[in-house]
């Protein structure tokens, strides 16, 4: 009589590593960022509209100051507080520097295109009001050495607004120095042209680490599951 032999073997113990399929977190780690979420949109368009306002309303009350007030013969607005007073400047800003119109020129030309040349990667709004202010006040002012006598490059700025004791100036010194302010006031803050804020991190990266964590005790519970289904087999 013969007695039948079970090919049946009994099944090997398999890791339980071996059972889980490779983590999805060692094959793509998780952004830095939401690569969905898009960029702040470039800021040039909004800079230049700036700059083009503050040009124009520049030229526009310089071509009325000249047409209608005489020299030293100022026009009282608040008593002798506020007046308006046509000043030919050959300076900078504020009757500044007199003596050097030429290179106060150059050096207007060059913050000119200096401007510009951040504007083109600039993503931060306030950025681009701030420096859009300090581009249409020197544009203003550059024209006036450009155009206006005694010839180009030594062109007096026409200057008409009085207050106090303070140097007359007009509306693109008001517009320089006011968009200066503004940026030294980002700078201080932490708020880069690029639209971030220095040591604040990035927002979407934060999400995204948070939203991950709470897969985390998930996987180790199925790891747990497989290896107790291994020691039963």
Wanted: one cysteine or more; aromatic letters at 6%; hydrophobic letters at 45%.
């Amino acid at each position: 009589m013969m007695v039948g032999v079970s090919d049946d073997r009994p099944p090997e113990d398999k890791p339980a590593d071996s059972a889980m399929p490779p983590s999805d977190d060692a094959e793509n780690p998780t952004p830095t960022a939401d690569p969905g979420k898009p960029a702040a949109p470039l800021r040039l368009r909004t800079l230049l509209i700036i700059a083009a306002v503050l040009l124009g309303l520049d030229l526009l009350t310089k071509t009325i100051v000249v047409a209608e007030l005489t020299p030293g013969d100022p026009v009282p607005i608040i008593g002798d507080f506020a007046r308006l007073s046509l000043v030919r400047n050959p300076g900078a800003a504020f009757s500044m520097a007199t003596g050097m119109t030429w290179l106060l020129t150059l050096v207007a030309a060059a913050v000119v295109i200096g401007v510009i040349r951040i504007g083109r990667t600039l993503r931060s709004l306030w950025w681009a009001i701030g420096l859009g202010m300090v581009l249409g006040g020197a544009l203003g002012n550059l024209v006036d050495r450009l155009f206006r006598a005694p010839g180009p490059l030594q062109g007096h700025v026409v200057d008409f607004i009085a207050v106090g004791w303070w140097p007359v100036f007009n509306l693109a010194d008001s517009s320089i120095v006011c968009g200066a302010i503004l940026l030294v006031v980002l700078t201080v803050f932490g708020f880069e042209p690029d639209g971030t804020r220095a040591g604040h991190g990035h927002p979407e990266a934060t999400a995204t680490e948070t939203a991950a964590k709470p897969d985390e005790p998930s996987d180790n519970g199925a790891n747990g599951a497989a290896s107790s289904k291994g020691n039963a087999a």
